[in-house]
């Protein structure tokens, strides 16, 4: 058999993330969010972006960057769960593999019960 076709059958096959949507697919999510949520490499659960949509829940491009930063630094210290508590919105993010599980307001945050998570990370400036 030619030993062309051989290593073209060793390659994995290509997967595409669910987490990762067009901006067609964002629904409301405009171009720079969809762009910066890219860039950041935090990812977006199906669930998250939907309570984000749900509760009109906004992540600035400043919350963006210092959400990677701590999580980044989470990572390092061995969280692999995490709770951020930000001034207006709490999410459950996994650090393990950068997404965003689900959000909510401060508000409705503050009668929850946060379980299987290892690490809170507090940014509330």
């Given at each position: 058999?030619d030993?062309?076709?051989?290593?073209?059958?060793?390659?994995?096959?290509?997967?595409?993330?669910?987490?990762?949507?067009t901006p067609?697919?964002?629904?409301?999510a405009?171009?720079?969010?969809?762009?910066?949520?890219?860039?950041?490499?935090?990812?977006?659960?199906?669930?998250?972006?939907?309570?984000l949509?749900?509760?009109?829940l906004?992540?600035s491009?400043?919350?963006?960057?210092?959400?990677?930063?701590?999580?980044?630094e989470?990572?390092?210290?061995g969280?692999t769960?995490s709770?951020?508590?930000?001034?207006?919105k709490?999410?459950v993010?996994s650090?393990?593999?950068?997404?965003?599980?689900?959000a909510?307001?401060k508000q409705?945050?503050?009668s929850?019960?946060?379980?299987?998570?290892n690490?809170?990370i507090?940014m509330?400036d």
């Open positions: 058999m030993p062309r076709i051989h290593s073209l059958q060793s390659h994995p096959p290509l997967t595409i993330s669910s987490t990762k949507r067609a697919e964002n629904g409301n405009s171009f720079k969010s969809v762009l910066q949520q890219e860039l950041s490499g935090i990812k977006l659960s199906k669930h998250a972006q939907l309570r949509k749900e509760r009109n906004y992540i491009e400043a919350e963006w960057v210092k959400m990677e930063e701590r999580m980044r989470a990572k390092q210290k969280v769960d709770l951020i508590l930000m001034k207006d709490a999410l993010v650090t393990k593999n950068n997404t965003v599980i689900t909510m307001n409705e945050a503050q929850q019960i946060f379980t299987n998570i690490g809170t507090v509330e």
